[in-house]
Structures are given as C-alpha cells and as structure tokens.
C-alpha cells in the first residue's frame, strides 16, 4: 500500500531528489537501474503473463514446491510450498524471503514472520511467528529490496514495487536514501546480491540470532 502516492508528472523529480541524497556511491548506479520510469507501470496482459512464468521458474529454481490457487485461500507459504495464483512480483517477494529465512523458518507458515498482505488464514500465520520486532522489520526489508532487484534481473516493472512498498516516502530527505544503503549493504554482506546489485542463489544458513549471512 502506497503511504503518499506519486503522480506520473511528479516522478522523474521525485527520483532525482531520491538519487542526489544517494550521492556518487555504488548504490546510487543500483538504483538507477531500478529507477527507469518506464517500469513504473505493471505489466499487463501477456507480457505480465511472461512475467509470471519467468517468476515460477525462479521459485522452482531454488526448489520450492508450487501450489495452485492464490495465497487467499490459506497462506502465500505453508512451509513447503508457494501459492501460485498471484501477481509475478509477490512471487518473486516470496523468493527472497526463502533466501533471507533461518533454514528452521523455511518449514514455518509465511517464513515464521506473521501473516503478509495477502494470507487468508491470518490467525494460523500469526500463530507461527517466530520472528519480532526490529529483526522481523529489518528481514522484511531486505525481502522486499531483494525482490525488487530480481524484477530488475528479470527485466520486471521493478519501479511499480519500489514505489508500492513505499521505499520512496520521504525522497530527497538523508534517512530514506540511508535506509535504501543499508538494506543494500546488508544484502551484499549476505551474499544475496553482487556488488552491482544482481541477485545470486545463496539461501541463508545462519540460525535466528546469528545474522543474515
């Protein structure tokens, strides 16, 4: 859900503003790359049909099962499989938060953090939380900017989710572009993604407690 909604004529400044507080670091050519406002706009018809595929692939790729229907109907991860019936990017979030979970939150209803936007069963999701707090939001950070940059790698509207999960609010003020900089540098530090901002296929291996890495 957008906080503060961005009109089209406002973007391109909006981006700039966001860019400059960045400055000339290697996460400022990361989030050019992400940035493009031709992919502010999600995919429809079938090249979103494409994407989706694209997407399952990916999934299916770091052997996760796949499920009919959508995450509605029970939860977008039951601890085995991924609920397919959803748009490319929210699978593609489920993704990287396989990577990002301890291995024991891997097997946890929505990785052990709580019922996400589109779990039906939120009161069975809300149950298997395992993870709280500060470390909860920092995880939920970096599934989201790593889910962003796998659209960026799949050629994706990667810019429609960067601005739905609202890592623009407050552009051109220090704090948000800090914040860009240091989910990035957590991923990077992880192994999750290169220092050019590319994905790679490492799964965490470090229990709860022991960091993301």
Do not use: K
Not at 49 to 60: N, S
Not at 69 to 85: T, V
Not at 91 to 120: K, N, S, V, W
Request: net charge negative; hydrophobic share 45%; proline share 6%.
């Amino acid at each position: 859900m957008i906080l503060t909604p961005i009109d089209d004529d406002r973007l391109p400044a909006v981006l700039g503003r966001f860019a400059t507080a960045l400055g000339g670091c290697g996460a400022r050519a990361i989030f050019d790359r992400v940035a493009r406002p031709a992919a502010a706009a999600r995919a429809q018809a079938a090249t979103a049909a494409a994407h989706h595929r694209e997407a399952l692939r990916v999934l299916a790729d770091f052997g996760m099962a796949l499920r009919p229907g959508p995450p509605s109907a029970d939860f977008s991860w039951d601890g085995h499989g991924a609920r397919c019936d959803t748009e490319a990017y929210v699978l593609l979030h489920e993704a990287a938060h396989f990577q990002l979970a301890a291995p024991a939150r891997r097997r946890c209803i929505d990785f052990g953090l709580g019922p996400g936007p589109e779990t039906g069963e939120r009161a069975a999701a809300a149950r298997e939380a395992r993870l709280f707090g500060l470390a909860r939001e920092r995880e939920e950070a970096m599934a989201s900017l790593l889910g962003i940059l796998w659209e960026v790698e799949l050629g994706h509207p990667a810019l429609a989710s960067l601005l739905d999960q609202n890592w623009l609010e407050g552009a051109g003020r220090l704090g948000a572009a800090t914040h860009f900089q240091d989910v990035l540098m957590a991923l990077t530090a992880g192994g999750f993604v290169t220092a050019a901002g590319r994905p790679t296929r490492r799964l965490r291996e470090a229990p709860d407690g022991e960091g993301a890495a």
